[in-house]
């Protein structure tokens, strides 16, 4: 369990925490992944918060693996200058000692004030050591208001 500093000393996160934590942390990388601003090895560090068999539902319904994953991430790099991605509305929905599912908005705006917004739900394995890996991943988009 990850630590936090309290006005009264060191606690201990709860899982909501956790989560909220690990999928800010995630979406950061991305984004500055997205917009080159990070080293060709970011990939590397990016790709390994993924579980060897993780899988993913993108909100075009294609279904990927780490591998399809890491392919979809290094096409990406650079891509999106100026986009900024925020991450909200994070709940967790089951909590086990193998893991926690959670669900969350990402909006991803970029500079000429272009948007789109999904809904996710993932699967976070519960790691000993550091950072929980991602085992699932599925993302809907969310439509436009007209």
Same mark, same amino acid.
């Given at each position: 369990? &990850?630590?936090?500093?309290?006005?009264?000393?060191?606690?201990?996160?709860?899982?909501?925490?956790?989560?909220?934590?690990?999928? +800010?942390?995630?979406?950061?990388?991305?984004?500055?992944?997205?917009?080159?601003?990070? !080293?060709?090895?970011?990939?590397?560090?990016?790709? !390994?918060?993924?579980?060897?068999?993780? @899988?993913?539902?993108? +909100?075009?319904?294609?279904?990927?693996?780490?591998?399809?994953?890491?392919?979809?991430?290094?096409?990406?790099?650079?891509?999106?200058?100026? &986009? @900024?991605?925020?991450?909200?509305?994070? !709940? +967790?929905? +089951?909590?086990?000692?193998? $893991?926690?599912?959670? %669900?969350?908005?990402?909006?991803?705006?970029?500079?000429? $004030?272009?948007?789109?917004?999904?809904?996710?739900?993932?699967?976070? %394995?519960? @790691?000993?050591? $550091?950072?929980?890996?991602?085992?699932?991943?599925?993302?809907?988009?969310?439509?436009? @208001?007209?």
């Amino acid at each position: 369990m &990850i630590a936090l500093r309290h006005h009264n000393g060191i606690r201990s996160m709860t899982r909501l925490e956790q989560a909220r934590t690990e999928i +800010v942390l995630l979406h950061e990388q991305i984004e500055a992944w997205f917009r080159g601003e990070a !080293a060709p090895e970011a990939l590397d560090a990016l790709i !390994a918060c993924f579980d060897d068999d993780f @899988a993913m539902v993108t +909100v075009r319904g294609e279904r990927l693996d780490r591998d399809s994953t890491r392919h979809l991430f290094a096409r990406l790099g650079g891509a999106r200058p100026g &986009i @900024a991605i925020t991450i909200d509305d994070v !709940a +967790v929905t +089951v909590d086990s000692p193998e $893991g926690c599912m959670v %669900s969350y908005r990402e909006i991803q705006v970029l500079p000429d $004030g272009s948007s789109n917004q999904r809904h996710s739900v993932a699967w976070l %394995s519960t @790691a000993e050591l $550091g950072r929980p890996r991602w085992r699932f991943l599925q993302e809907t988009s969310i439509p436009q @208001a007209a």
